[in-house]
């Protein structure tokens, strides 16, 4: 994503990732690394994100009992494009950066701004507002 995010640093477009919950506590590289049991254990967890991973968009932390999380599907590695009127204009249940760069190209064009803009995942989400 920090490619893309990169790709699109002069055009109108804003990257963020949502904190949720580990995904495989105590796995993966991570064995100190345990489920949060409360919220300042939670953003901790989100700041040692940043840091390992070197992250470099805003990173916004889901309450503890994860109700965005949920109310956006809760899946592990959601992907979504919201337009400006806050349309979703592309869904994914898996993040795949090709995808949602197709999207963004399409929604930053300017060479044929009449053409419109077609989502390339059906979603339930796909057209609703956030």
Known sequence: MEQLRQKY???????VTMYVREPHPH???????PQPSS???KVQHAKDLIRVKDVHMPVVIDN???VNHFALGNL???SY????????QH???WLRAE?????????VSTDHPDTPVDPTVDSDHLDSRI
Do not use: H, S, W
């Open 99 to 107: 995808d949602v760069d197709e999207t963004l190209a399409r929604l």
């Open 81 to 88: 494009v919201v337009d400006k009127d806050g349309i979703v």
């Open 64 to 66: 503890m009992d994860q």
């Open 76 to 78: 592990p590695n959601m």
């Open 39 to 41: 919220y300042d254990q």
């Open 27 to 33: 796995e993966r590289g991570f064995p100190d690394v």
């Open 9 to 15: 640093r002069d055009e109108d477009v804003a990257f």
């Open 91 to 93: 869904a994914a249940e």
